[in-house]
């Protein structure tokens, strides 16, 4: 079956502007994760979803960021006003509610910010 | 809190060598302990989990890792190393008891090179 797909897949931006990036989880998947993996660096988490609840949005580095799902699937995380130190690969991940240790991750969006 | 240390940032073996990848975790309570590998410009694969069954435990291409809590590890293995196992390797840690959640903790990453 389908993955979790991530898009664009690659996004170059100019500082101060605003980046858009998506994740469609794996159907049926109600928890999806947001990580940032900088170069050198392992992943770090950035906001959990669960169903309906409210999303634990404790890893977000500043205010710049934010995240939002719509019906419980797409996920979109938004940047405001980047930074050169945004630039990294973002990675989401989704598991379902039984198992939800076992996430599923998708390919990334390699966000580069000049 | 929780934490995980890969020691070593870069391990190097012969393709048909042991290939042996060194996790140690800091856990207050018992962990879920995992082993995810990331191909180039690709997202993470997991390879084996440990959810406080066998401690001994094994994965997919051949790779297995033995949970000791004694000594707070959970090396990774592979009798015989393959061209394809190039690759970033991650252990990471996540507390069973964080109302379901399981948020990962990660190690920095171990870059598997294999020699022809």
């Known amino acids: 079956g389908a993955g979790v797909s991530q898009s664009p897949s690659n996004k170059v931006t100019e500082k101060g502007k605003d980046v858009e990036l998506r994740c469609d989880p794996i159907s049926g998947h109600t928890a999806l994760y947001w990580y940032r993996q900088s170069l050198g660096q392992g992943l770090e988490f950035l906001i959990y979803?669960?169903?309906?609840?409210?999303?634990?949005k404790s890893g977000l580095p500043s205010d710049r960021f934010s995240a939002e799902r719509t019906g419980g699937s797409v996920s979109t995380l938004t940047i405001q006003r980047t930074q050169q130190e945004d630039s990294a690969v973002y990675l989401c991940?989704?598991?379902?509610?039984?198992?939800?240790?076992?996430?599923?991750f998708g390919p990334g969006t390699r966000l580069l910010v000049l | 809190a929780q934490s995980v240390t890969q020691l070593g940032s870069h391990v190097s073996v012969s393709e048909g060598a042991l290939v042996l990848l060194r996790c140690n975790y800091s856990?207050?309570?018992?962990?879920?302990l995992f082993w995810y590998v990331q191909y180039p410009n690709q997202g993470l694969q997991l390879l084996l989990k440990?959810?406080?069954?066998?401690?001994l435990v094994k994965g997919i291409n051949g790779f297995e890792a033995e949970f000791k809590k004694s000594e707070t590890s959970f090396h990774l293995t592979k009798p015989s190393a393959h061209m394809s196992d190039a690759a970033e390797y991650f252990c990471?840690?996540?507390?069973?008891?964080?109302?379901?959640?399981?948020?990962?903790?990660f190690g920095r990453g171990t870059s598997l090179i294999v020699h022809p």
């Open positions: 440990y959810t406080s069954a066998a401690t």
């Open positions: 979803f669960q169903g309906n609840s409210a999303p634990d």
């Open positions: 856990s207050s309570v018992p962990p879920y």
């Open positions: 990471a840690v996540s507390d069973p008891a964080s109302g379901g959640s399981y948020i990962p903790t």
């Open positions: 991940a989704s598991s379902l509610i039984g198992q939800r240790e076992t996430q599923y």
